[in-house]
């Protein structure tokens, strides 16, 4: 299904701009997109500046101009513009509890794993924290946040052990988060989650086998 | 309007449980509450481990038992079953950017004023992060925590000189947070906003007068 009216603003190595990838994917939608380089730290251009006052990626730049920023947001308006499949919940109670573990998964796995890799790589010097502003780094934050990785793994090996999926009983966003999380964490930190931790590997093997998971 | 069949757990001087306070007030419902201690450590307590297993407040319980935690999920579930007034948005446009607003303020100004708040007091040793999990506090991040919330001032004067409320032309979740915000950062950092911020004033005058404000 063609949306020619939508359009994407995106980095190809930018994990949150993966899970807007997977999540159109799982949608079976096609969004022309625009891809940004932020080697060259085009995010900052003035051209984006003006989609995206917090110089991030990803972007949805709706039919009328308006841009929407912010990974849930642009799962919220794509589920509510093609809810077939149901990637946020189909009632009240399954929306709340989706978007519930979806942020715990951004909150206690994603930013750690953003956290350490900022405030540790070479060439992220001078921008520890996304958005418009510079920030130094700080080399204690590095070990910290590892730290919260290793224990966001064993959480969710217990969440995973009680429940099929991140949020319940279906697939949804939750997993495309906690997904990328663990790729980004395996990739950049070189920090993949311990075979023992059995339940988040039967689950792992589920979610990356989806034809999505290779965007 | 009584909703007895739904609880509340939260804490008298938690920011979040405020931001929650101030969302129940403003829809002109009356929700049971229990009052968390969290000076001796009452969110660690078995019973209420079994409601919340990131020890944290706010958690809405529904009637069927099932906890809800994070303030956008609870303000959304309220939200569902209480649509009058509406505060997260009436259509799918306005319900994406009111969330995309909810989340910077949040990420940019919240958050800053807590890691800031956390990483110096003496109380919060130890407890440098929120969760189930004891982290040490990092000094060098509470300079730079600050330095977030003054570049946060200057971006949300700058918004409110050209949008009247932060999402836009309502009131919504969005002025809540930011609120909770700015006297939290006032209350535990002594850091007010300027009063060159003059956007930011005229906005605080006006939210500052709802009923709600004084929750």
């Known amino acids: 299904m063609s949306t020619s009216t939508m359009k994407i603003y995106q980095a190809v190595g930018s994990p949150n701009s993966r899970r807007v990838r997977i999540f159109i994917a799982e949608k079976g939608i096609d969004i022309p997109t ?8 085009e995010q900052f251009s003035d051209t984006y500046s003006a989609i995206n006052s917090r110089n991030v990626v990803p972007t949805l730049v709706l039919e009328d101009g308006t841009s929407i920023g912010e990974v849930p947001a642009i799962c919220r308006y794509l589920e509510e513009m093609y809810p077939d499949p149901v990637l946020l919940g189909s009632n009240s109670r399954d929306k709340v509890l989706i978007g519930m573990w979806d942020r715990r998964m951004e909150q206690e796995g994603f930013a750690a794993v953003m ?6 790589l070479a060439g992220m010097k001078g921008r ?10 700080i080399p204690a934050m590095v070990d910290r946040s590892k730290l ?6 064993s959480d969710l090996d ?4 009680e429940s099929p999926f991140v949020a319940g009983a279906g697939f949804s966003i939750a997993d495309i988060t906690t997904m990328c999380t663990l790729d980004f964490a395996q990739r ?5 989650f311990a075979q023992t931790h059995g339940a988040i590997k039967a689950w792992y093997d589920i979610v990356s086998a989806r034809p999505s998971s290779s965007l």
Chains 1, 2 share one sequence.
């Open 34 to 41: 625009t891809n940004l380089d932020l080697s060259t730290k």
């Open 115 to 120: 956290d350490a890799v900022r405030n540790s």
């Open 128 to 137: 520890a924290l996304t958005g418009p502003h510079f920030y130094d780094q």
């Open 148 to 153: 919260r990785v290793t224990n966001f793994y």
């Open 158 to 161: 217990k969440r995973l052990s």
């Open 188 to 192: 950049a930190l070189q920090m993949p």
